[in-house]
């Protein structure tokens, strides 16, 4: 069965990191990228980072360059997002997803699937 799944989340203070976590059992064969996407309560889901699979160059929205680091072990097939300096404004369901190819902002028909989710909580 391929699924995505997504551990790590927690509640820390602001200023605090995390790293979350995706296990992919299996791939889609046209995904080429991908990413983490982000739900918070009221706000449509958007996509934070992303990275071409086999690549290491990861994309950022604005809101989170800097502070926010995609990574992927193509050998085990997991996919990371490291967060630091987190802010309440970070507070979200955070999803694994995988992509057509890499995009950032609002979720579109590039999005082939995503998981659970992991959810994050900052608190000020």
């Known amino acids: 069965v391929q699924q995505l799944v997504e551990s790590g989340g927690g509640s820390v203070q602001a200023g605090g990191s995390l790293k979350l976590s995706c296990a992919a059992s299996?791939?889609?064969?046209?995904?080429?990228?991908m990413g983490w996407i982000r739900q918070a309560p009221g706000q449509a889901r958007e996509v934070v980072a992303s990275?071409?699979?086999?690549?290491?160059?990861?994309y950022y929205v604005d809101s989170v360059k800097g502070r926010f680091t995609i990574s992927q072990d193509n050998d085990k097939n997991m996919l990371y997002l490291q967060m630091n300096s987190l802010k309440p404004e970070d507070t979200a369901m955070y999803y694994c997803?995988?992509?057509?190819?890499?995009?950032?902002?609002?979720?579109?028909?590039?999005?082939?699937?995503w998981g659970q989710g992991t959810q994050v909580t900052v608190s000020s």
């Open positions: 997803a995988e992509m057509r190819y890499c995009i950032l902002g609002p979720v579109n028909a590039a999005v082939l699937r």
């Open positions: 299996g791939y889609i064969a046209s995904s080429n990228c």
């Open positions: 990275i071409y699979r086999g690549g290491d160059r990861g």
